[in-house]
């Protein structure tokens, strides 16, 4: 048995040239279909890439400054200081160290407001005014209550007092 001699047809030559014609060519076709799509696709990873690491710089930013803003409502959500005004001192002629005494002591009274968040002050606040009454204040062998006219609760809590004579 031997293989047919094809190599004196010139039909199955052109057949098989043709074949491996339009295989050599749909392969580079394939080629270049297949690189231009794959360059397509690493510009597109590349660009996605830049956009989740700028997207993820934005996170942290915004993450900052949350936390920043977190922190500065914390403090200010916090009594920081407390002010004591005596109204009406020149009515019953208190010199300025007296009426400074005054103050100081009522502040003393009423310093564990400071570091305590607004809502819980604003809840005692009767308790705060009552802390400030009932207590009589001696100057100058002279005994005085104090009464509040003005409380104002915020980061400072504020309080006006006037003082009168005690029975």
């Known amino acids: 048995m031997r293989v047919p001699p094809y190599h004196k047809k010139p039909g199955w030559q052109r057949f098989f040239a043709g074949i491996m014609c339009g295989a050599v060519i749909?392969?580079?076709?394939?080629l270049f279909t297949y690189?231009?799509?794959q360059e397509k696709q690493v510009i597109m990873i590349r660009e996605q890439k830049e956009r989740i690491?700028?997207?993820n710089k934005q996170i942290d930013i915004y993450r900052e400054d949350l936390h920043k803003l977190n922190e500065d409502n914390k403090r200010k959500l916090l009594i920081q200081s407390v002010d004591v005004k005596l109204v009406n001192a020149k009515q019953y002629k208190?010199?300025?160290p007296d009426q400074m005494n005054v103050e100081e002591n009522i502040k003393d009274n009423i310093s564990d407001?400071?570091?305590k968040d607004i809502e819980s002050v604003y809840r005692?606040?009767?308790l705060l005014k009552r802390t400030i009454e009932n207590k009589v204040y001696t100057i100058n062998d002279k005994t005085y209550k104090a009464k509040v006219t003005e409380l104002t609760i915020y980061t400072r809590l504020s309080v006006e007092i006037k003082i009168s004579f005690s029975e």
């Open 113 to 115: 407001v400071i570091t």
């Open 124 to 126: 005692t606040r009767e």
């Open 26 to 30: 749909s392969w580079c076709v394939f």
């Open 53 to 55: 690491t700028d997207l």
């Open 94 to 96: 208190l010199s300025q």
């Open 35 to 37: 690189g231009t799509f």
